[in-house]
């Protein structure tokens, strides 16, 4: 299984500042259609996980720009610009390469 | 629009068998996917399994002498049954479709 590794973020986060989550797997989600198969999710307190970045660096719709995904085969980092209270919740990476889907052990931001 | 909520009991008893349903509106189960994550209580989440718009499926290794997952296309229906439930077995169970999730139904494993 593709074993998929987050980085912790210095908690809390002042408002308006940017926070990088960090995304590690083990091997690598670039496939040779050129696409790299990993997602990133937000789970706020008591809610289903949103889809926020699929393709590693493509919002999903209605997803605020605030949010980018970038790296490469192996390493990845979610960026959010101007935090606000809004992002307040629990971020996972995901990646959808290979059975079983596997995601990271989570990441929680709380807001300063 | 899109939706998917999942059903079952909220207490089943160590060795029974789940069995949830996740009914779904705004497309068909045949031109669409439908996963089952799972996320214990104050953990994280995990992938339990797939069924395809084929209607072939795909399972978590981990889980897979115990899980079975169907569907009713007619009933706009998909169905999870594991068995020999254990405590650890204690979670919300979400159904979802790409970028789209249920609720998630929280399921007990407890005499």
């Known amino acids: 299984d593709i074993v998929m590794t987050q980085g912790a973020l210095p908690n809390p986060v002042p408002s308006g500042e940017s926070a990088s989550i960090t995304c590690q797997s083990s091997?690598?989600?670039?496939?040779?259609?050129?696409?790299?198969?990993l997602n990133w999710y937000l789970q706020r307190p008591g809610q289903s996980p949103q889809l926020l970045i699929y393709?590693?660096?493509t919002r999903a719709s209605g997803v605020s720009d605030r949010f980018s995904g970038s790296g490469s085969g192996t390493d990845f980092t979610l960026k959010i610009s101007r935090v606000e209270a809004e992002d307040v919740g629990v971020y996972y990476c995901?990646?959808?390469?290979?059975?079983?889907?596997?995601f990271g052990s989570g990441t929680k931001l709380e807001i300063k | 629009q899109v939706q998917l909520k999942e059903s079952g009991p909220g207490l089943v008893q160590p060795s029974q068998t789940l069995s949830l349903t996740c009914t779904v509106s705004?497309?068909?189960?045949?031109?669409?996917?439908v996963h089952w994550v799972r996320q214990p209580p104050g953990k994280g989440l995990e992938w339990m399994g797939r069924?395809?718009?084929?209607?072939?499926?795909d399972y978590n290794s981990a889980l897979k002498s115990r899980l079975s997952i169907s569907r009713d296309t007619s009933k706009s229906q998909v169905f999870l049954k594991m068995n020999s439930l254990q405590t650890e077995d204690t979670a919300i169970y979400f159904c979802?479709?790409?970028?789209?999730w249920g609720q998630g139904t929280l399921v007990t494993v407890s005499s």
């Open positions: 995901q990646q959808f390469l290979e059975f079983p889907r596997t």
């Open positions: 091997k690598s989600l670039l496939y040779s259609d050129g696409k790299t198969y």
């Open positions: 069924i395809q718009s084929g209607g072939s499926t």
């Open positions: 393709w590693m660096s």
């Open positions: 705004g497309f068909s189960l045949t031109d669409y996917s």
């Open positions: 979802t479709r790409g970028p789209n």
